[in-house]
């Protein structure tokens, strides 16, 4: 009763206010699966291709494509198929694309129903997705990493570093480090408000700060933890999203538009660990290009045993450079978003692949989401230790947080003891 009778689609929209994709699949039970595809701004090169149909209307933006390839031939290859053999339907859609990059069929229409799938087969197995997936290994809440500031491609890169975020060693549990992080986002909010710097709030639901400089974002950050009442580095640390190859130039060099400077990658890399040096920073995100491998060893090297060095657009979900970067000595830590790689099964193999590598692991969303929950589902049910869904405000983010408040209920004292102390203890010079 598991069999796919149907698949079908329909274009709704994000939190931008742009066309996506949200997939559901019919089993002969009766019982549907549904998901909607997010979408980043900030992507890395080698991500899964969104289809986008061009043209003037929607700038170009619209998905009506995507939602035709799934109602027909995707629709066609898994008709039949057994949603529970997940690997199966996913590499059913991967031979019918044909692609490396998934850019026949789209990225954006693989993934919904991929995804889509999975709540399937957890809804006919009657059992909460993260339950389905953890299939009785004991799991817990992840850690969650949350945009305080936003900037970069989110925020018209009125800040250069995209985001400003805290994670909470002080926390207990998850909901604790919800509370936590709420009192922080006020107090920032009021500095930044009393200051005259506010001008709103980016695409994550972070402040879109005016900022003098990118360190004045540091300072301020600290400024607002210690007002919140925390003490900085022990009760509530800094992990930043440096974004970096929307900084890199043609030449190789980084620039700060907010300073008027542009750095070389050894300069940029004396800042950042001037920076760890001066600030409780627990994590930095992609600190250097997708492309800039050697920089990202060197910084490795130096500061990797001290903070989490974590690859995006570096490592796209992709399990083989997960693997190559493990064997360089790069990074040690993997953002996860399935719709960088496009299914379920090639997310879970990055993820396996992070393990295997002795790497950590974040699962994350994008700067473009929705209502969708399916990634706090996948943290937990895969034992991926972090979660990174954005800011504290705007429901797209909002409703992730919550779900998390409700398994971390129902786990009750079944769940795994929570990570954020032993994660995020700052480690000496
Ligand atoms: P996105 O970026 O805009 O590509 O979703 C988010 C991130 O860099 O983590
Ligand atoms: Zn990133």
């Keep these: ?50 289809l986008r149909d061009g043209g003037p209307a929607l700038r ?43 850019s026949r069929l789209g990225g954006n229409a693989i993934v919904a129903v991929s995804l889509a799938c999975l709540h399937a087969a957890a809804a006919d197995a009657r059992v909460p997705l993260w339950q389905h997936l953890a299939a009785g290994r004991r799991v817990g809440l992840p850690v969650p990493e949350i945009q305080i500031y936003g900037g970069g491609a989110h925020a018209s890169a009125r800040v250069d570093l995209q985001d400003f975020m805290v994670v909470c060693p002080g926390a207990g549990n998850f909901a604790e480090a919800l509370e936590m992080t709420a009192e922080v986002y006020y107090a920032a909010g009021a500095r930044l408000a009393k200051k005259g710097a506010l001008q709103g709030v980016a695409d994550e639901g972070g402040y879109w700060p005016s900022f003098r400089s990118n360190e004045e974002g540091l300072s301020e950050l600290v400024r607002s933890i210690e ?12 992990a930043l999203d440096i974004a970096a190859t929307q900084l890199q130039q ?80 790069a990074c040690n830590t993997v953002l996860i978003k399935p719709n960088q790689i496009g299914t379920v099964t090639e997310a879970y193999a990055a993820v396996k692949a992070a393990q295997a590598a ?15 929950i399916s990634i706090v589902h996948l943290a937990i049910g ?19 947080w919550n779900e998390g408040i409700r398994i971390e209920e129902a786990l009750g004292s079944a769940a795994q003891p929570f990570a954020a102390g032993r994660l995020f203890k700052r480690k000496a010079a």
């Design 227 to 238: 007002d919140a009442g925390f003490r900085p580095g022990q009760d509530v640390a800094i």
């Design 250 to 329: 043609p030449g190789g060099r980084y620039a700060l538009a907010l300073e008027n400077r542009t750095l070389s990658a050894d300069q940029f890399g004396i800042m950042l660990e001037r920076w760890v040096d001066a600030y409780p920073i627990v994590s930095i995100e992609d600190p250097f290009a997708e492309t800039d491998t050697e920089a990202m060893k060197a910084f490795t090297k130096r500061v990797g045993h001290r903070i989490q060095i974590v690859g995006d657009d570096y490592f796209v979900t992709d399990a083989d450079r997960i693997k190559t970067a493990a064997a360089a000595g």
């Design 358 to 372: 002795g790497f950590g692991a974040i699962v994350s969303a994008r700067s473009g989401e929705t209502e969708d």
């Design 60 to 102: 170009g933006l619209d998905v009506q494509q995507a939602v035709r390839n799934v109602v027909g031939p995707i629709r066609e290859a898994l008709r039949g198929l057994d949603a529970t053999d997940q690997g199966g339907v996913d590499a059913a859609m991967i031979r019918l694309d044909g692609t490396r990059d998934k």
């Design 382 to 400: 895969w034992g991926v230790p972090q979660l990174k869904v954005g800011s504290f405000s705007r429901s797209e983010r909002m409703v992730k």
């Design 1 to 50: 009763m598991t069999a796919i009778r149907t698949v079908l689609a329909r274009r709704v929209w994000d939190s931008r206010g742009k066309p996506t994709v949200e997939a559901e699949v019919v089993l002969e039970s009766g019982v549907i699966g549904r998901a909607i595809t997010p979408a980043g701004a900030s992507t890395g090169s080698g991500e899964a291709r969104e």
